[in-house]
Nanobody
Framework: QVQLVESGGGLVQSGDSLRLSCAAS????????IGWFRQAPGKEREFVAH????????YYADSVKGRFTISRDNPKNTVYLQMNSLKPEDTAVYYC????????????????WGRGTQVTVSS
């Protein structure tokens, strides 16, 4: 079992940067791929980024490609989401989740979820 805790959210201005962290507990963290999702008020949870268990493969939503970077440090049981050039439309609660599936963009393939961290980008 994997427990996930997100941190690093906050209130920033358009164009600023933030780095989110997803800290995991459990000895099997390195067996899981990790995804970041976000959910804005009144909208469905959407895929943001994904990193394979060893960091060798990454995937991004088109809306964040070139601005966000996902990375992981397995000895520290942590995955990061570096977010640059933030826009008001990036405002959402950001969640990290763990999966052993190759289907990286669908929420129902992720077995474990954190509680989320709020990111608010003002214009």
């Amino acid at each position: 079992q994997v427990q996930l805790v997100e941190s690093g959210g906050g209130l920033v201005q358009s164009g600023d940067s933030l780095r989110l962290s997803c800290a995991a507990s459990g000895r099997t963290f390195s067996y899981y791929a990790i995804g970041w999702f976000r959910q804005a008020p009144g909208k469905e949870r959407e895929f943001v980024a994904h990193i394979s268990w060893n960091g060798g493969r990454t995937y991004y939503a088109d809306s964040v490609k070139g601005r966000f970077t996902i990375s992981r440090d397995n000895p520290k049981n942590t995955v990061y989401l570096q977010m640059n050039s933030l826009k008001p439309e990036d405002t959402a609660v950001y969640y990290c989740a763990a999966t052993q599936s190759d289907i990286y963009h669908a929420t129902n393939t992720y077995a474990y979820w954190g509680r989320g961290t709020q990111v608010t980008v003002s214009s």
